[in-house]
Nanobody, 123 residues
Framework: VQLQASGGGLVQAGGSLRLSCAAS????????MGWFRQAPGKEREFVAA????????RYAASVKGRFTISRDNAKNAVYLQMNSLKPEDTAVYSC?????????????????WGQGTLVTVSS
């Protein structure tokens, strides 16, 4: 499956952005989906994940209550609604697909990765 993230940009602290990830070339509903981010000079980290059906979600502690992951299997897409953005949320955000049925956060459990989209939050 091929993945392409979009929706990044420059936003002021406290603002919102909605990221999208479009999937093609595979049975999208067969994959759990996740969002990860990598800030300059830091390692890639887990942000949020959702199960195949969308019934289960999981969030990193740093974004819980501010970010919401969702998916639309009819549109082969997964989304990340980001509210109350902080400068420390600045990073390249990437979406990824996993064959695990549980909601997983570990990078190594994800098989397919898309190119990222840059989110910059100014103070």
């Amino acid at each position: 499956v091929q993945l392409q993230a979009s929706g990044g940009g420059l936003v002021q602290a406290g603002g919102s952005l909605r990221l999208s990830c479009a999937a093609s070339g595979g049975a999208f509903s067969s994959y759990g989906m996740g969002w990860f981010r990598q800030a300059p000079g830091k390692e890639r980290e887990f942000v949020a994940a959702v199960t195949r059906t969308g019934g289960g979600t999981r969030y990193a502690a740093s974004v819980k209550g501010r970010f919401t992951i969702s998916r639309d299997n009819a549109k082969n897409a997964v989304y990340l609604q980001m509210n109350s953005l902080k400068p420390e949320d600045t990073a390249v955000y990437s979406c990824a697909a996993t064959t695990y049925t549980a909601v997983v956060a570990e990078i190594w459990r994800y098989d397919y990765w898309g190119q990222g989209t840059l989110v910059t939050v100014s103070s």
